[in-house]
């Protein structure tokens, strides 16, 4: 099972990609296995020293108490020191975000796949979607010559 923020190859150009553990509440985990999950507006930031992840939405578990849980709350990300660094290097290089790409389970605990990117400008996006039409176009017709 593998939840991918759909938005983020439309929106960005991945140069780097990093797996990040995720600290979650355990009707957080259970929301995840049902897919309660939204990534689209989530992004990540890095404040003093640390990885978050800000506004991804977990929603809440249909049989957990929900008395104050905010369902895009900031979760703490879990990173090697040297992975940090690396991040932190091109982020201050100028012209990167941090964006997650996909949430999964791996040996029984939740991982976050984060990405360093550059966002696409608006004629690339364009350039994007005219290619997928010809390349959806060209598979019709070998699909229908046999």
Same mark, same amino acid.
């Given at each position: 099972m593998k &939840?991918?923020?759909k938005a983020a190859p439309s929106k960005f150009n991945v140069e780097e990609k990093f797996e990040a553990g995720i600290q979650l509440l355990g009707s957080e985990v259970k929301a995840i296995r049902l897919d309660h999950v939204d990534l689209k507006s989530a992004?990540? /930031?890095l404040m003093s020293g640390e990885?978050?992840?800000?506004?991804? /939405?977990?929603?809440?578990? !249909?049989?957990? %108490?929900?008395?104050?849980?905010?369902e895009d709350r900031t979760r703490k990300l879990l990173l090697h $020191? +040297?992975?940090l660094l690396k991040i932190k290097n091109m982020l201050d290089t100028g012209k990167y975000t941090v964006t997650p790409l996909s949430l999964y389970e791996k040996h029984g +605990?939740? +991982?976050l796949e984060i990405g360093v990117a $550059?966002? /696409? /400008? !608006?004629?690339? %996006?364009r350039k994007d979607l005219k290619q997928q039409? &010809?390349?959806r176009d060209q598979e019709r017709e070998l699909k229908n010559e046999f």
């Open positions: &939840i991918f923020n992004y990540v /930031k990885a978050y992840l800000i506004n991804a /939405k977990i929603f809440p578990y !249909q049989y957990s %108490r929900v008395e104050g849980y905010m $020191k +040297k992975e +605990k939740f +991982k $550059k966002g /696409k /400008k !608006q004629h690339e %996006r039409a &010809i390349n």
